[in-house]
């Protein structure tokens, strides 16, 4: 059936990572950019791991425990029973859980991320080739403009005007001509495009 992609709110939120390798570092790194308050389990860590002052590394053993509060939870140690022990305890408590490099003993799956600002992109082939998620994501990243971050968080800033200048009936074109406009500009746009703008907007309700 393939898998659906949601997009979840991680700011604020507890996960877990057993594991305290290379491979939980990449997993960690991926996260950190959404703002999840991440607790590492293992009983050694990478040293990059333990630069991080941001996560809370518990050096000992998984025990069942660890899961109290925890939105979700990434299984990435290098023993694949004891992932799947960690995999188990959380279906058994209906924690979501991701377990590497083992897709049938996962509840979610870890996509490959494109991300900038605002802006991700996940891209899941449901575990049948990594090779061909890693090779979308290279180009999408390729076709993305370096600055799309910054476009989207300008685009962003505008909509209060766009609302209180225009009707409702107005707005979509107009943010649709906002966006085609800063795309082909490659910078800002200066307060008189924008006036443009937004008066064709006004021109095209009765």
């Known amino acids: ?6 997009f979840v709110e991680l700011e604020g939120r507890e996960g877990l990572i057993v ?4 491979v939980a570092l990449r997993k960690v790194q991926k996260l950190l950019p959404y703002g999840p308050r991440l607790t590492v389990a293992a009983p050694a860590f990478h040293p ?3 630069a991080m002052p941001c996560l809370t590394l518990l ?3 998984f025990t069942p ?8 939870v990434i299984a990435a140690t290098d023993d694949r029973t004891l992932n799947r022990r960690v995999a188990e305890c959380c279906r058994q408590r209906r924690v979501p859980v991701n377990v590497v490099d083992d897709r049938y003993a996962c ?4 996509p490959a991320l494109v991300k900038q600002g605002d802006l991700s992109v996940g891209i899941s082939t449901g575990g049948a080739s ?5 090779y979308l994501k290279d180009r999408i990243s390729a076709l993305l403009p370096e600055d799309f ?10 909509r209060p005007a766009v609302k209180a200048a225009l009707p409702e009936e107005a707005r979509a074109g107009a943010f649709s001509r906002l966006f085609a406009a800063r795309l082909a500009a490659g910078r800002p746009l200066e307060e008189g495009e924008l006036r443009d703008i937004l008066s064709g907007g006004r021109e095209e309700t009765p």
Request: hydrophobic letters at 50%.
């Open 1 to 6: 059936m393939g898998y659906f992609p949601f």
């Open 107 to 110: 509840t979610f799956l870890f």
């Open 130 to 134: 990594p090779t061909a998620a890693a």
């Open 59 to 61: 050096r000992q053993s």
């Open 149 to 158: 971050g910054a476009l989207l968080e300008e685009l962003a800033a505008l």
């Open 48 to 50: 990059e791991l333990e």
């Open 19 to 22: 594991g305290g390798g290379a």
């Open 65 to 72: 425990e660890l899961l109290e509060g925890k939105l979700f």
